[in-house]
């Protein structure tokens, strides 16, 4: 058995962590206390958290930056502002779906209440965008202005997706286009920006930005959709046998509208029961009878794909420096957790 | 009778309008229909709304680029930028406070939904971004990078403001000055931003430009503080008897703040019992018998007077220019709705 590799961003990570807190500190410090600490608690900062975010998208704007030769150290604000809206998104997703736990505890909402929570996500947001009006010292004007064009053509990608998902829950029959719309707004569009910005940041052209925009969008697509595999098929991943976690939330993910659309005793099963520890387990069978795994996966290794082309096109004069970013790729998409 | 003349900033509303919906249509042209729809109705643009927003906070701003002789046209996406900004708020304070109708009509939240209402919060917070990042078409690039940290400094004192508000309801004692950095980032921020972020564009010093945001803020106080004596004498305000319209919610403001403080009749009254018909009656002949009226209004005049100082200042070198803004303390204070 070899050992994985430790993904290539992992270097970036103890000093996108510094980055965030001093970030939080020097801008809340005149903040009240309560709402200070309402922050740093999501964040895993204080309350004996155990397990924090991945900090996965700060990490990838600063691989590119790294992979275009400049110094990522400089493009530290962009990091800390993606980090900061992609948190965000979590405290107000947290309080629609009414999700209770996260990384092991109490949820914002669950403990502050609702109006608090909404606050201190907007707070949240809103250092989003300090993050990138700090930018203006070591980088040109016109870079903040592209930045703050591209990081709020995202929010509102990211609203736009929330609204379809929250729209799904209560319709019937949901379409692929119309699920890959609601990702490609509330996962994919990040992740395209988390790439952009490093490519403005990295002084590439426009054509170049918008292809690792691509290459970031795309790979986007293949995560959201490995997590649905994640959410049903869970560690077990590799076998293809469903340990069926997410079932029970009855969210309509790829695997499950695939099955809906193939199969008519999954859909009549599910539209009757998927809450009771029964109607789960017959929900099982009847999923692993349809071909839903081997779907999911074909979308996942097609959007990978796609994101392999763009990144090559965008470093065309460059492949190697491309490299690090290649194995991205495979780290994001065939993970475990 | 003499009529009172129209307030100085009037004749940007109609231009304001179109610039919001034209901002408004462009940028939600690709999204889901229901959230166009959602933020459309919240704005009074559809569903048959007889009464919209007043849009003061737009008209402050290219009324202070008007009196800096510039042109208040190009300066037209930082107006709409903080007209979307004041709706957000109140798009999530309507969610955070319970309010069930805004000019008449039922609230976001209580039509779609408390999920929904959020995101689109979330969604008008991004359109005041997106709008700032439109300025860099007719303004140096060094313009967008200040006026991002302006916007995204004022949303921070908006959330904390919002914060101790809602902390203050469940506080005992809120002290004067406890409620007036509440207001001072709820409500005074947002006008300090206006007048700074007009002062930016009318290319006036750095100096000007923070005395100009002070005009803003202390016209915030007084206006919030007028706000507090309309909630509570209405439309009697002149003959300073009591409506008491503002007792039912139970909202600490100034006005109630003051008499708890020198009054320990209205004091146990108030703790006693603020919902009750006979409970209202009381507290209205209790509040009478303070000199709360009279206070609430001497401060309206400090800050007023303060206003009018760093307006002077700030207008020094040409007084004339100025006059049109020092009207707007009069119309914006002495308003009787």
């Known amino acids: 058995m070899?050992?994985?590799?430790?993904?290539v961003y992992m270097r970036f990570l103890p000093a996108i962590e510094d980055a965030l807190r001093e970030h939080w500190g020097s801008h809340l410090d005149s903040a009240p206390e309560a709402l200070r600490h309402m922050v740093a608690y999501h964040m895993g900062w204080e309350d004996n958290a155990t397990i924090r975010?991945?900090?996965?998208?700060?990490?990838?704007?600063?691989?590119?930056?790294?992979?275009?030769g400049k110094d990522?150290?400089?493009?530290?604000?962009?990091?800390?502002?993606?980090e900061w809206l992609h948190n965000f998104s979590l405290i107000h997703d947290d309080i629609q779906d009414q999700s209770e736990l996260r990384h092991g505890?109490?949820?914002?909402w669950k403990r502050w209440g609702i109006p608090q929570a909404i606050n201190t996500g907007d707070t949240v947001f809103t250092l989003a965008f300090l993050a990138l009006a700090n930018l203006g010292k070591n980088h040109p004007d016109g870079v903040v202005s592209q930045l703050?064009?591209?990081?709020?053509?995202?929010?509102?990608?990211l609203t736009e997706g929330q609204?379809?998902?929250?729209?799904?829950?209560?319709q019937t029959d949901v379409s692929e286009m119309e699920y890959l719309r609601m990702i490609g707004g509330k996962t994919a569009a990040l992740l395209g920006c988390c790439m952009k910005m490093g490519a403005i940041l990295g002084h590439r052209s426009v054509k170049q930005q918008l292809l690792l925009e691509k290459f970031g969008s795309e790979l986007g697509l293949a995560f959201q959709i490995q997590d649905d595999c994640l959410g049903l098929w869970g560690s077990e991943i590799k076998t293809g046998k469903s340990t069926g976690s997410d079932l029970t939330t009855g969210k309509k993910t790829l695997p499950i509208l695939y099955a809906m659309s193939t199969s008519g005793p999954f859909k009549s099963a599910w539209q009757t029961d998927h809450s009771s520890p029964g109607g789960i387990q017959s929900l099982l069978v009847l999923?692993?009878?349809?071909?839903?795994?081997?779907?999911?996966?074909?979308?996942?290794?097609k959007y990978s794909d796609y994101a392999r082309i763009a990144l090559k096109e965008a470093f065309r004069d460059d492949p190697t420096a491309s490299q690090p970013l290649e194995a991205l790729i495979?780290?994001?998409?065939?993970?475990?957790a």
């Open 105 to 108: 505890r109490e949820t914002l």
């Open 2 to 7: 070899t050992a994985t590799p430790d993904p």
């Open 53 to 68: 975010g991945k900090r996965i998208r700060p990490a990838l704007v600063l691989s590119v930056v790294d992979a275009c």
């Open 148 to 157: 703050v064009s591209t990081l709020s053509g995202t929010c509102l990608r």
């Open 287 to 301: 999923l692993g009878e349809t071909n839903s795994y081997a779907y999911a996966k074909s979308l996942i290794q």
């Open 163 to 170: 609204h379809l998902d929250l729209l799904f829950e209560s």
């Open 72 to 82: 990522w150290v400089a493009a530290m604000p962009a990091a800390v502002a993606v």
């Open 330 to 336: 495979t780290q994001l998409v065939d993970r475990e």
